[in-house]
């Protein structure tokens, strides 16, 4: 109902009130009634005229009969000329405030009512994992030119010094085994593939890749120097360097007692033990021990100790199989740095370069000499009972929690 069309019912609904002065009085009371009877059904019309304007149906719910712009457009008049083979190749259409009223929003089926809200993008690189201490940090460092290392190496000493009895004796003769040994300097690499618009578009990302590829470059760096074979191309690290422990240590001995016995047999042969390598785990089981009150030996956890234990450095590195030690002089060793840690970029590897890509390289090259076996003493722990810490009775011997 346009305002046409309702001012045409207010003028015949209202308009004979205009001549009620020219007429008798039963001829004004048939007018009212008749009135009354037009106003009522006027209501009605204009309640259901209000609930089209606001767009509601029934059940109070908004409808909408809009259309998609495309939708708008098929319709049109335009494109119906152009679809009937009319001389114009195209259609246009355009679109006032009122046609844009009546076309519906471009998320087009989804409700009007809701809104699509965006989702959250978290952009931030966190940072890369840090070891607290690399064992390459706690051997001494030298210098090379040369892709060899030549040197002695002690492998063992005989000390027999003591009295001359009698004068004129032979005197008592000691003995010390050396041996020729060599350390070739090896290479340890490893390189990822890279976009190069993505390192443009996000320089922070580069930077994360490198700390990355250097950690877990310096991880197989600490894994050679540990336990390295010696075969063509990796080193020939502590484990195979060391002395066995000759200790028999007694059933009620605990893991911290090894490590003591260890440093005795370093020390019996004119060494200084100052490190000690062990598994993660086998230190955290070493933490965990508790005396007979629960209290633990290593320090509170509210104020944890450094680690150290008898005066020596701790290593943790997973690269010592679990159950296993090494203690030792750490001068008696030297990692020889032919190329330190470097990081490079390039776009001339292989189709780096009509491909947009990067090559990043992590490499060192490095050897290590061991100069005295018995400055070195590797062993092994007992058997921990898995998820049950040890617990010293009152005489220092461990046993079992009980459950």
Do not use: C
Not at 279 to 298: C, H, I, R, T
Request: without cysteine; hydrophobic residues 40%; glycine residues 6%.
């Amino acid at each position: 109902m346009d305002m046409t069309e309702i001012k045409k019912a207010l003028d015949e609904t209202f308009g004979p009130l205009r001549d009620a002065q020219t007429k008798t009085d039963t001829e004004v009371r048939a007018e009212i009634a008749a009135l009354m009877e037009r106003l009522a059904k006027q209501d009605v019309n204009l309640i259901d005229l209000g609930q089209k304007l606001a767009g509601l149906s029934d059940v109070g719910q908004r409808r909408t009969g809009s259309q998609t712009i495309g939708e708008f457009f098929a319709k049109s008049e335009a494109f119906k000329s152009m679809q009937a083979g009319g001389t114009v190749g195209r259609a246009r259409v355009t679109l006032g405030p009122d046609e844009l009223k009546a076309v519906a929003p471009i998320y087009e089926s989804i409700d009007p009512n809701k809104y699509p809200v965006p989702s959250q993008r978290d952009t931030t690189l966190r940072g890369a994992p840090e070891n607290d201490v690399w064992v390459r940090d706690l051997l001494p460092n030298g210098q090379t030119t040369s892709n060899l290392i030549e040197y002695v190496q002690e492998k063992a000493m005989q000390n027999n010094a003591n009295y001359q009895v009698p004068e004129g004796a032979l005197k008592a003769q000691s003995d010390i085994s050396f041996e020729a040994k060599q350390a070739p300097v090896v290479t340890i690499a490893h390189w990822i593939l890279a976009s190069r618009q993505v390192l443009d578009d996000a320089p922070m990302l580069q930077s994360y890749i490198n700390s990355r590829m250097i950690y877990g470059l310096n991880s197989k760096v600490d894994t050679e120097l540990i336990a390295g074979d010696g075969a063509a191309g990796h080193l020939s690290g502590l484990l195979p360097n060391s002395t066995p422990m000759t200790a028999a240590p007694a059933g009620t001995w605990n893991n911290a007692d090894y490590i003591r016995l260890a440093m005795a047999q370093i020390q019996a042969a004119f060494y200084r033990p100052s490190i000690a390598i062990l598994n993660p785990l086998d230190w955290v089981f070493m933490q965990l021990s508790k005396n007979a009150n629960g209290e633990y030996l290593f320090g509170s956890p509210l104020a944890p100790v450094t680690p150290r234990l008898w005066n020596m450095n701790i290593a943790e590195s997973y690269a010592m199989p679990a159950g296993q030690f090494v203690v030792g002089d750490a001068r008696q060793s030297m990692v020889w740095d032919r190329q330190q840690v470097t990081v490079e970029v390039s776009r001339e590897d292989r189709d780096n370069f009509v491909k947009n890509m990067v090559t990043i390289l992590v490499e060192t090259r490095l050897a290590l000499s061991v100069y005295a076996v018995p400055a070195f003493v590797k062993g092994s722990f007992p058997v921990p009972v898995p998820g049950e810490p040890p617990v010293e009775d009152g005489g220092g011997a461990t046993r079992k929690s009980s459950k």
